[in-house]
């Protein structure tokens, strides 16, 4: 019986890149790669020669059975996704419950992923939060946003530079200009700046300076 192994990779300082990580991907059989251009940079970087699969959302559905039958074949995959710790808002989700539905063995490393650093980072309360990755894009977003207005708890989300102004002006509509935010971007790379103050501030910020590169936002909780 193969096995699968997640493996996280450095969001941005190659670094972080661990020991352990490298050890895995040179004796997997195959590695499994949202990018293989991302990714073959990376393993050529660590003098990793194991063969590259592409493995992403529009293909993950179509490839999982076949995976399966060749771990239980033997072969052991290594599944990388192009930043951080597969799964999490990445692909790995579809492949890791089919593993555990077949009893093949399934193993996650520790290391990189983008929302830990983000969430310390903030000076919010971190001993509990809720991740939400992305929010909807269009349907369902209302909904979700009168829902966690409501949450007291941390709120953890990932955005894209060009829906960053979209998103904190929602913000501060549907949770209130004084909620206390703060958005990490470019983490652990050259301009890794945390931007904190309440939404309304926030927003000022990235209205006279647009953001670029990968961001986390963190937001205080219902009082």
Known sequence: M????????????????TLRAIKVLKEADVVLAEDTRTSGKLLKHFEINTPLQSHHMHNEHKQVDSLVQKM???????????????????PGFLLTRACVENDIEVEC???????VPALVNSGLPNDRFVFEGFLPIK?????????LAEETRTLVFYESPHKLLKTLTHFAE???EDRPVS????????????????ASEVLEHFTDKPPKGELVIVVGGKK
């Open 2 to 17: 193969g096995k699968l192994y997640l493996v996280p990779t450095p969001i941005g300082n190659l670094d972080d890149m």
């Open 72 to 90: 239980k074949e033997g072969t052991t995959y290594a599944l990388i996704s192009d930043a951080g710790t597969p799964a999490i808002s990445d």
């Open 109 to 115: 490393l520790p290391g990189a992923t983008a929302f």
């Open 139 to 147: 349907k369902g977003r209302h909904t979700r946003l009168l829902e």
């Open 174 to 176: 549907y949770f209130g």
């Open 183 to 198: 958005v990490s971007r470019e983490l652990t790379k050259l301009y890794e700046e945390t931007v904190r103050g309440t």
